[in-house]
């Protein structure tokens, strides 16, 4: 069963910044079946929306047309463990953050429905 453990989040000022981690069960980063891991969020009275995502063999990256240019997504694979470090944070980028794996066909990459498993999700709040 795959897992994972994210960490990271909390309050923060408009123009700050914040680092998101996932961790990822030692096998997801060697399976074929799962290749792709992503971030997405929501916010209170709003539908889940992607974020970022990166694919885990060649590390090829998405992102939203919202945080392009200030947020960037990686991954560790020594680590198990991708982030997303968040710059020049806004306060429209409140919302409840949470890491995604799966193995999505392209047309459902950037989609919540093309991830299998997810993470606890973490609160990322900025004030203005």
């Known amino acids: ?38 971030w997405f969020r929501q916010a209170p009275g709003k539908e889940r929306e992607f974020v970022a995502r990166i694919r885990l063999n060649g590390g090829s990256t998405n992102y939203a047309d919202s945080v392009k240019g200030r947020f960037t997504i990686s991954r560790d694979n020594a680590k198990n463990t991708v982030y997303l470090q968040m710059n020049s944070l806004k306060p429209e980028d409140t919302a409840v953050y949470y890491c995604a794996a799966g193995s999505p ?3 459902r990459a950037l989609d919540v429905s093309g991830y299998d498993y997810w993470g606890q999700g973490t609160q990322v709040t900025v004030s203005s």
Do not use: E, H, P
Not at 22 to 35: L, M, P, V
């Open 1 to 38: 069963q795959v897992q994972l453990v994210q960490s990271g989040g909390g309050l923060v000022q408009a123009g700050g910044s914040l680092r998101l981690s996932c961790a990822a069960s030692g096998r997801i980063f060697s399976s074929y079946s799962i290749y792709s891991m992503g």
């Open 105 to 107: 066909i392209t047309t």
